[in-house]
């Protein structure tokens, strides 16, 4: 039996999670009482040097609101169960042009010496985006215990945006195995001002785990 508090995705083309954050939308874990986040996650063991792969189609809609150029909204994280309360070794996050105010996805890799020491932060990619136009994002990863040793190809609407072999993606000393990717809207001001705007992000058909499970997940759907 599923747990009370469990999701089951619907397996449907038109299946979308919609989540919402405002202001003062806060998990009571967090000593930060500056982030704020509405998530779920998808879970499968994946060892350390296996591959992994995120399937998701994406959509911000129209009447977003950027909040202070400081703060920070991640939409996807790949994590470990080991590693909690640290960086996550592959990130998407929603950012805005300091000018224009159009939106664009930032994709970050990390990779530390130990769960709690120095991250080397590392940008592969950013596209722009559309409000009101779905995206959809395939993500093929190997996170390594060897520095820049990561395995990372992202693929958006089809086209490769980023492939690389020698990427700084995982852990060093302890190599926890990826295990379950967050997916929704993670924020928080970042040592900017208080977040003042609501955030609206649609998910639809979430998928995360070994690479042959997505492959055989997106095999199945005409709809591709």
Not at 79 to 88: I, K, T, Y
Request: with cysteine; net charge positive; proline share 7%.
């Amino acid at each position: 039996m599923s747990k009370l508090y469990s999701v089951q995705i619907a397996d449907d083309q038109y299946a979308d999670i919609r989540f919402e954050v405002r202001p003062g939308d806060r998990y009571v874990g967090d000593k930060d009482n500056l982030k704020e986040r509405s998530e779920l996650a998808a879970s499968e063991k994946v060892s350390v040097g296996e591959v992994w792969g995120i399937y998701d189609e994406l959509l911000i809609p129209k009447g977003q609101t950027p909040n202070s150029p400081k703060s920070f909204n991640t939409l996807i994280q790949v994590h470990s169960g080991h590693q909690m309360n640290s960086a996550p070794p592959f990130f998407v996050l929603l950012d805005y042009d300091d000018l224009t105010l159009y939106p664009f996805l930032k994709f970050l890799t990390v990779q530390r010496t130990t769960f709690d020491g120095p991250a080397k932060l590392t940008e592969v990619a950013r596209i722009n985006i559309l409000y009101g136009k779905r995206i959809h994002l395939l993500v093929r990863g190997m996170c390594s215990g060897i520095e820049n040793g990561g395995a990372l190809t992202i693929y958006v609407n089809g086209k490769t945006i980023f492939k690389g072999d020698k990427v700084p993606m995982g852990y060093l000393k302890k190599q926890p195995e990826p295990d379950y990717a967050k997916f929704g809207i993670y924020r928080g001001a970042n040592g900017g001002p208080p977040l003042i705007h609501p955030l609206v992000v649609y998910h639809r058909n979430f998928r995360f785990g070994r690479w042959s499970t997505v492959q055989a997940y997106m095999r199945q759907k005409p709809w591709r």
